[in-house]
């Protein structure tokens, strides 16, 4: 691997290793990862072996450089190598994320992918290749600033671009071309490397000056112009539906591209098409790719085949993850937009709702509805499989939001709840804890993260038990020092690190965290709870950029930041840092530091959530309500090793349906200040709409803040009183032991056991 090395950097750049640059470096040495894996690479796209295609607008695969070298076994020798020519391998944290995805989503699909190639399972990634990711955060006077995520300056040199599997997009205005570049999925220790195949948009006739000057030319360049910008750049969306033109784009092209591809490969087997469910099967990553049902009956009836022959076959081919049920996010695309821009999709869509009347009651059951094509309806009634992403989640699918689908399709309805890969967030984020662990059990739960449960028990051996304080220590100490370096803020090592970090959503309830802040500020202020332990609050959040509530929240934390902060008395006891440009490598670092995990949704609202895995995995007790995965967190690690609090779904509807927010007010002096504070002048700006958010409208405090209130603050003190004891510590190693169930490599088998068969 040295001379490997030496000779791409000379080739490349015609340099030594000292010479070359942190740029250089990291391109040489990604190149020969890839080259690395080139045998095993090619043999798995070799193999006629059933798969699936993870058919997903969004892929946030973060860092690639130590998770592609310690997959490869390649990680020990390349430390060597570098060390060897003074160079610490902590230089590629310069080198930026590819934030191809929001949040949650977007990172499960990179999860996915990586454990199953780990699993040997031949599940490739279909998507787009943005030119900009998601934008990159600062804040300026405490709001928060957007500015392009130019990801690409960094080189891409894990992809190849395939020339030759170049397909066409066409559009009713225009035919496009759809070039495909291929990153290789490495798994951890296995033979299988996947592919995530991730389309850009060309034109068929490039930017030509020549034809500038006539007439001709301004059509022509206005047509590479329009090609481009359709994979220009990721909408910033999490969770709420944009019904944009350019976004109905994206879907149509990355669903046409990727199943072009898949037929085009099929076809060289000559095989008939009623054999395609058994060579290729997709799974939708929410409706965003749904379009892809009725393409794949457009390109069979191109085949020759009829729309019966057709639907049979597409029925066998597609199953759909739902990831919300928040009416907001739910697609629903206007008939007038497909026809203006697919046409020959929409004839498609028409006809199977022609099939559903045939099958079910109309009055009941619809795919179209006042001129909107509802795509979860769509993805229901022809997929073979339907799942949530959380027991919680899943049980509320049947029962409320697709009720009327599950009495009809009951054996579509399968659960598979969401897991993170043990590599990228134990093995690789959390060094101090990983060589703990392997010290005692030795490192097969790198591989089989089942196997920390043979450390059962181990919270009462006393070395253990300080061995693992330790571990956190050290993880504090270099969060602190990245936090004083990228953000300014000085933060004592010995507070509590409470963190919330999770895409800002009123749903989230951000807020609520931020009142209790408050609360415990006007407390510490009045001289009470002389017992608090001192703590940091930690906050790492982007707002979609047209979400004004989020954005007012983000002042908000900031306003409080400094007024915390600033103070004297209260800043001795409590501090708040709002860290820019939350990512998957910020993540990482915050998630192994943590002594608190804050997963505080309203509960119903969370799917399932991923954030609330990595802080267990890498052993910080949950502060959360019974939502989504936090309740089989709970289930897995015991609720008394969590702090769980608030309403339960149940308790929510019933309260939802007379919820009067003045009522947990009005005998509450205290959190009649802090909502007060908002307004009064307390703090340095005023947060009117906030306010009135809560106490006023016609549908006041949504999200239940004010009703969980004073549960949240019991159980926040409960845990900041156990906080440094043993019995604290005790639970941070239960839950890091109990996490199995929260790898992504028990989702992926649990998938191809349900689901995939394949
Ligand atoms: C894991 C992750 C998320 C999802 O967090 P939740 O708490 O589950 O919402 C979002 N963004 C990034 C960068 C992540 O790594």
């Given at each position: 691997m040295k001379s490997c090395l030496e000779t791409f950097v000379d080739v490349l750049y015609g340099k030594s290793l000292m010479e070359a640059s942190t740029k250089e470096l990291y391109n040489a040495l990604a190149k020969v990862v890839v080259k690395n894996v080139e045998k095993n690479w090619d043999e798995t796209r070799n193999l006629n072996n059933k798969r699936c295609g993870y058919l997903s607008a969004e892929f946030l695969i973060g860092r690639m450089i130590y998770a592609n070298l310690l997959n490869a076994g390649m990680l020990d020798e390349a430390k060597y190598i570098l060390e060897q020519n003074n160079i610490d391998i902590n230089v590629f944290e310069e080198v930026e994320d590819a934030a191809l995805g929001n949040g949650g989503l977007g990172r499960l699909a990179a999860c996915y992918l990586e454990s199953a190639a780990t699993e040997n399972i031949l599940l490739d990634g279909y998507g787009l290749r943005y030119r900009y990711g998601l934008f990159k955060q600062s804040f300026k006077n405490g709001f928060q600033n957007e500015e392009a995520d130019d990801w690409l300056k960094w080189g891409d040199p894990f992809s190849k671009r395939v020339e030759d599997d170049t397909v066409i997009v066409h559009f009713k205005d225009m035919d496009i071309k759809a070039v495909p570049y291929d990153m290789p999925v490495i798994g951890y220790h296995s033979k299988v490397v996947n592919t995530l195949r991730l389309w850009q948009s060309e034109a068929i006739k490039e930017f030509d000056f020549k034809e500038f000057d006539n007439m001709e030319g301004v059509k022509t360049n206005d047509e590479a112009y329009k090609a481009k910008e359709?994979?220009?750049?990721?909408?910033?969306?999490?969770?709420?539906?944009?019904?944009?033109k350019l976004r109905l784009r994206q879907e149509y092209f990355m669903v046409s591209a990727s199943l072009q591809d898949m037929l085009k490969k099929f076809k060289k087997l000559n095989l008939t098409f009623k054999e395609l469910p058994n060579y290729y099967i997709w799974q939708l990553n929410d409706t965003h790719p749904t379009l892809a049902i009725p393409e794949m009956i457009r390109l069979l009836k191109n085949e020759g085949l009829s729309f019966d022959e057709s639907l049979k076959i597409v029925r066998k081919m597609f199953n759909f993850t739902n990831h919300t049920i928040m009416a907001e996010a739910l697609e629903q695309w206007p008939i007038e937009m497909l026809e203006e821009l697919i046409p020959d999709v929409l004839k498609e869509i028409k006809l199977i709702e022609e099939d559903l009347e045939k099958n079910l009651d109309k009055n009941k059951y619809f795919i179209i509805k006042n001129n909107k094509v509802n795509m979860a309806y769509l993805a229901i009634y022809v997929s073979e499989h339907v799942n949530g992403v959380a027991a919680i989640h899943t049980e509320i699918l049947k029962n409320n939001t697709f009720k009327e689908w599950y009495e009809v399709y009951p054996y579509k309805f399968v659960n598979v709840t969401n897991g993170v890969t043990?590599?990228?967030?134990?093995?690789?984020?959390?060094e101090s804890l990983s060589k703990l662990i392997t010290s005692r059990i030795g490192d097969g739960w790198v591989k089989?993260?089942?196997?920390?449960?043979?450390?059962?028990?181990?919270?009462?051996d006393e070395e253990f038990l300080k061995d693992f304080i330790t571990s956190r220590n050290i993880n504090k100490i270099r969060l602190a020092n990245y936090i004083e370096k990228h953000e300014g803020i000085d933060i004592p090592v010995n507070y509590m690190f409470d963190i919330q970090i999770k895409r800002l959503h009123e749903y989230k309830r951000q807020l609520l965290n931020a009142l209790s802040i408050l609360y415990l500020a006007f407390e510490i202020k009045e001289g009470n709870l002389i017992d608090y332990k001192p703590t940091v609050f930690i906050f790492g959040a982007k707002s979609a950029p047209g979400y004004y509530m989020a954005k007012q929240i983000i002042k908000l934390i900031n306003t409080i930041a400094d007024y915390v902060n600033n103070d004297s008395v209260i800043s001795k006891k409590i501090k708040v840092c709002f860290v820019q440009n939350y990512n998957v490598s910020y993540a990482e670092k915050l998630v192994s530091a943590a002594d608190l995990s804050e997963q505080i949704s309203m509960a119903g609202m969370e799917a399932s959530g991923t954030g609330n895995m990595k802080f267990m995995i890498n052993g910080t007790p949950t502060l959360g309500t019974l939502d989504g995965a936090n309740v089989e967190i709970a289930a897995e690690a015991g609720k008394s090793n969590n702090y769980i609090f608030g309403l339960t779904v149940e308790e929510v509807d019933a309260l939802k349906k007379n919820y009067k927010p003045e009522l947990f007010v009005e005998n509450n002096p205290k959190l009649k200040k802090v909502l007060n504070a908002l307004i009064d002048g307390?703090?340095?700006?005023?947060?009117e709409e906030i306010y009135d958010s809560l106490l006023k409208g016609n549908e006041p405090d949504r999200y239940l803040v004010l009703a969980d209130f004073n549960s949240y603050i019991e159980m926040k003190l409960f845990a900041n009183k156990e906080y440094q004891s043993k019995e604290y510590y005790k639970k941070c190693i239960v839950n890091m032991y109990s996490s199995y169930r929260f790898s992504s490599d028990r989702s992926i088998k649990d998938y191809n056991e349900l689901i995939w068969k394949l």
């Amino acid at each position: 691997m040295k001379s490997c090395l030496e000779t791409f950097v000379d080739v490349l750049y015609g340099k030594s290793l000292m010479e070359a640059s942190t740029k250089e470096l990291y391109n040489a040495l990604a190149k020969v990862v890839v080259k690395n894996v080139e045998k095993n690479w090619d043999e798995t796209r070799n193999l006629n072996n059933k798969r699936c295609g993870y058919l997903s607008a969004e892929f946030l695969i973060g860092r690639m450089i130590y998770a592609n070298l310690l997959n490869a076994g390649m990680l020990d020798e390349a430390k060597y190598i570098l060390e060897q020519n003074n160079i610490d391998i902590n230089v590629f944290e310069e080198v930026e994320d590819a934030a191809l995805g929001n949040g949650g989503l977007g990172r499960l699909a990179a999860c996915y992918l990586e454990s199953a190639a780990t699993e040997n399972i031949l599940l490739d990634g279909y998507g787009l290749r943005y030119r900009y990711g998601l934008f990159k955060q600062s804040f300026k006077n405490g709001f928060q600033n957007e500015e392009a995520d130019d990801w690409l300056k960094w080189g891409d040199p894990f992809s190849k671009r395939v020339e030759d599997d170049t397909v066409i997009v066409h559009f009713k205005d225009m035919d496009i071309k759809a070039v495909p570049y291929d990153m290789p999925v490495i798994g951890y220790h296995s033979k299988v490397v996947n592919t995530l195949r991730l389309w850009q948009s060309e034109a068929i006739k490039e930017f030509d000056f020549k034809e500038f000057d006539n007439m001709e030319g301004v059509k022509t360049n206005d047509e590479a112009y329009k090609a481009k910008e359709i994979t220009y750049v990721l909408y910033p969306n999490d969770n709420t539906l944009e019904g944009k033109k350019l976004r109905l784009r994206q879907e149509y092209f990355m669903v046409s591209a990727s199943l072009q591809d898949m037929l085009k490969k099929f076809k060289k087997l000559n095989l008939t098409f009623k054999e395609l469910p058994n060579y290729y099967i997709w799974q939708l990553n929410d409706t965003h790719p749904t379009l892809a049902i009725p393409e794949m009956i457009r390109l069979l009836k191109n085949e020759g085949l009829s729309f019966d022959e057709s639907l049979k076959i597409v029925r066998k081919m597609f199953n759909f993850t739902n990831h919300t049920i928040m009416a907001e996010a739910l697609e629903q695309w206007p008939i007038e937009m497909l026809e203006e821009l697919i046409p020959d999709v929409l004839k498609e869509i028409k006809l199977i709702e022609e099939d559903l009347e045939k099958n079910l009651d109309k009055n009941k059951y619809f795919i179209i509805k006042n001129n909107k094509v509802n795509m979860a309806y769509l993805a229901i009634y022809v997929s073979e499989h339907v799942n949530g992403v959380a027991a919680i989640h899943t049980e509320i699918l049947k029962n409320n939001t697709f009720k009327e689908w599950y009495e009809v399709y009951p054996y579509k309805f399968v659960n598979v709840t969401n897991g993170v890969t043990p590599r990228r967030w134990l093995a690789l984020n959390n060094e101090s804890l990983s060589k703990l662990i392997t010290s005692r059990i030795g490192d097969g739960w790198v591989k089989n993260l089942g196997e920390l449960a043979k450390l059962k028990g181990i919270e009462n051996d006393e070395e253990f038990l300080k061995d693992f304080i330790t571990s956190r220590n050290i993880n504090k100490i270099r969060l602190a020092n990245y936090i004083e370096k990228h953000e300014g803020i000085d933060i004592p090592v010995n507070y509590m690190f409470d963190i919330q970090i999770k895409r800002l959503h009123e749903y989230k309830r951000q807020l609520l965290n931020a009142l209790s802040i408050l609360y415990l500020a006007f407390e510490i202020k009045e001289g009470n709870l002389i017992d608090y332990k001192p703590t940091v609050f930690i906050f790492g959040a982007k707002s979609a950029p047209g979400y004004y509530m989020a954005k007012q929240i983000i002042k908000l934390i900031n306003t409080i930041a400094d007024y915390v902060n600033n103070d004297s008395v209260i800043s001795k006891k409590i501090k708040v840092c709002f860290v820019q440009n939350y990512n998957v490598s910020y993540a990482e670092k915050l998630v192994s530091a943590a002594d608190l995990s804050e997963q505080i949704s309203m509960a119903g609202m969370e799917a399932s959530g991923t954030g609330n895995m990595k802080f267990m995995i890498n052993g910080t007790p949950t502060l959360g309500t019974l939502d989504g995965a936090n309740v089989e967190i709970a289930a897995e690690a015991g609720k008394s090793n969590n702090y769980i609090f608030g309403l339960t779904v149940e308790e929510v509807d019933a309260l939802k349906k007379n919820y009067k927010p003045e009522l947990f007010v009005e005998n509450n002096p205290k959190l009649k200040k802090v909502l007060n504070a908002l307004i009064d002048g307390t703090l340095n700006a005023k947060f009117e709409e906030i306010y009135d958010s809560l106490l006023k409208g016609n549908e006041p405090d949504r999200y239940l803040v004010l009703a969980d209130f004073n549960s949240y603050i019991e159980m926040k003190l409960f845990a900041n009183k156990e906080y440094q004891s043993k019995e604290y510590y005790k639970k941070c190693i239960v839950n890091m032991y109990s996490s199995y169930r929260f790898s992504s490599d028990r989702s992926i088998k649990d998938y191809n056991e349900l689901i995939w068969k394949l």
